[in-house]
């Protein structure tokens, strides 16, 4: 790539300030992006972290693996960090990186269009704004899924959906149902079973489980880390960590793979050592493949439904009542307060904002079928429009920080071709978005996700919507833009 040294300066709007939000502030900031604004909708940085404070929140990824690279953090409490500690880490991290200055809150971007060679921008509050280049770093999971279950409203006691948690509810020794078994569900559980007085927890489909530790970190432990910026740093690295992760991008990006083979035997021996009576263990033993579904990790579901308050209820839910819940057998379980971790509309990214690109071109008509993007980064005809954690992101269950910082290095090398002045817009050709399509969909039949069950991370068409190759290839993918598979006005070889 030929240097150019005179760099425009370019204004650049960030949406969101969460994870990749607060990444793409700091980055800007570093790089020496002076005209930077992330425009948030809620009065707080954290996204996700922000949103969900239900009882047992923990991140599932270890906590040191969960970190900026550049920001490690020798404070961590636990192996796996409760929600509120991640939550207060990002908070620190924006003030620490003055990134809180560029942050406008309480504003919901609901317009985004390229006009005239710029975007321009509206808030629900009718702010207007323009920039040369929007980030989009809105989150996948942040529009609550509330299930199709007829009686909802009728339902007399206190209901609560796991995103949208109401900490005034009373929960020691009252009568509590959960519907859902993902993730969230699962901590649900393992975080009320000894607090309910009854704990009734409606599984649809029954979930495989990865035993995990989730040790303290002792004070001294703590005090090593402070002290020793090496250790710190090797525990971001740890090895057997990234081995891991290796090993399972490779198992779910194969279904036929030796190493998912080996999961499939940790889960089944979980199940068959970790849970006594024989009636529990088959209602608990999932009929498809282990990792189909996004795997769960957990140290102690198995041991909470367990719990003597606790009962699995495997009967499909027939109603909601005045009372309770009604199961297809007749039964009415009473309860004071009903949760639903029921999940979330995992196809929306920016959505509801109305985004166009060029000519008009409508996004909700581009995603008509389904969200894509090339890389999960660039859409044709979007100049200068790019995401962090876009459609298609996930690579396995792994540290989506780490995504997002691989992302942002590739993004960085395409903001740098604006800003020194070899192109005005940028965004990826519409044959090399199809190609890159045609390979992503061939390639996500073989992954486990594709191997016969239901999740979220299906689209409409039942086609996993994630990075269907291993953690290596994202790697190589990420650390350079093939630019031409770009287009770029004025049209220069670079
Ligand atoms: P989810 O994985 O989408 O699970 C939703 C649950 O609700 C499923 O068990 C589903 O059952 C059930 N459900 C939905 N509609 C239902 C209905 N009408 N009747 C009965 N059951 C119904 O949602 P989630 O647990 O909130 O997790 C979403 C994602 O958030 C996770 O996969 C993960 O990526 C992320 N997360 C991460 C962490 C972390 O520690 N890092 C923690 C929590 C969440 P079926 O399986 O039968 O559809």
Redesign the pocket.
């Known amino acids: 790539m030929k240097q150019h040294n005179s760099n425009r300066d370019l204004r650049v709007v960030v949406l969101g300030a969460g994870m990749s939000g607060i990444l793409s502030g700091i980055k800007l900031l570093e790089s020496g992006y002076r005209d930077v604004t992330i425009y948030e909708k809620a009065t707080r940085v954290g996204g996700t972290w922000r949103e969900n404070t239900y009882p047992g929140l923990?991140?599932?990824?270890p906590s040191h693996a969960y970190t900026y690279s550049f920001e490690p953090n020798a404070e961590w409490t636990r192996q796996l960090p409760p929600g509120a500690e991640v939550q207060e880490y990002f908070e620190r991290t924006t003030r620490k990186y003055q990134v809180s200055e560029l942050i406008r809150f309480g504003q919901e971007v609901t317009r985004c269009a390229f006009v005239g060679g710029r975007w321009h921008l509206e808030t629900a509050s009718g702010l207007r704004d323009e920039a040369d280049v929007v980030i989009a770093a809105t989150g996948v999971?942040h529009h609550p899924r509330t299930?199709?279950?007829p009686g909802l409203k009728s339902f007399g006691g206190e209901l609560l959906h796991?995103a949208r948690w109401d900490h005034s509810v009373a929960l020691d020794g009252k009568r509590i149902g959960i519907?859902?078994?993902?993730?969230?569900?699962v901590?649900l559980v393992s975080a009320l079973a000894s607090r309910a007085g009854k704990l009734k927890h409606?599984q649809?489909?029954a979930q495989w489980i990865m035993p995990v530790e989730n040790p303290s970190f002792t004070e001294e432990q703590k005090q090593a880390f402070r002290d020793d910026p090496a250790l710190l740093k090797r525990m971001q690295n740890d090895e057997t960590y990234l081995a891991n992760v290796e090993r399972f991008t490779t198992a779910v990006a194969d279904a036929t793979s030796p190493e998912i083979a080996t999961i499939e035997a940790i889960v089944l021996e979980n199940l068959e050592r970790s849970v006594q009576d024989p009636v529990l263990r088959e209602k608990l033993r999932p009929n498809y493949r282990a990792a189909c579904?996004?795997l769960i990790f957990s140290p102690d579901y198995y041991q909470a439904i367990q719990h003597p308050s606790a009962e699995l209820v495997t009967e499909g839910?027939e109603t909601v009542t005045h009372k309770g819940v009604l199961t297809r057998d007749g039964v009415e379980h009473e309860l004071d307060v009903l949760v639903l971790?029921?999940?979330?509309h995992a196809d929306r990214f920016m959505r509801p904002m109305q985004i166009t690109g060029r000519d008009g071109r409508r996004l909700d008509d581009v995603w008509a079928k389904r969200p894509h993007a090339y890389l999960a980064i660039s859409i044709p005809e979007f100049p200068n429009f790019f995401m962090l954690n876009g459609p298609t992101s996930p690579v396995g269950n792994f540290s989506l920080i780490d995504v997002a910082e691989k992302q942002w290095g590739y993004i960085a090398q395409l903001l740098d071709l604006l800003r020194s002045g070899v192109c005005t817009e940028i965004s990826v050709k519409q044959d090399s978005l199809d190609a890159y399509e045609a390979a992503r969909l061939a390639a996500a039949k073989n992954t486990i996700f594709a191997s016969g069950c239901?999740s979220?991370y299906l689209d409409g068409e039942g086609v996993p919507a994630s990075w269907p190759w291993n953690y290596a290839r994202f790697r190589e993918v990420m650390a350079a833009p093939d630019l031409s598979a770009f287009e770029r006005t004025p049209a220069r070889a670079v």
Do not use: E
Request: proline share 3%; glycine share 14%; net charge positive.
């Open positions: 923990t991140c599932d990824v999971l299930p199709d279950i796991s519907v859902g078994n993902g993730s969230t569900g901590q409606f649809r489909t579904k996004r839910i971790a029921s999940g979330f239901k979220w």
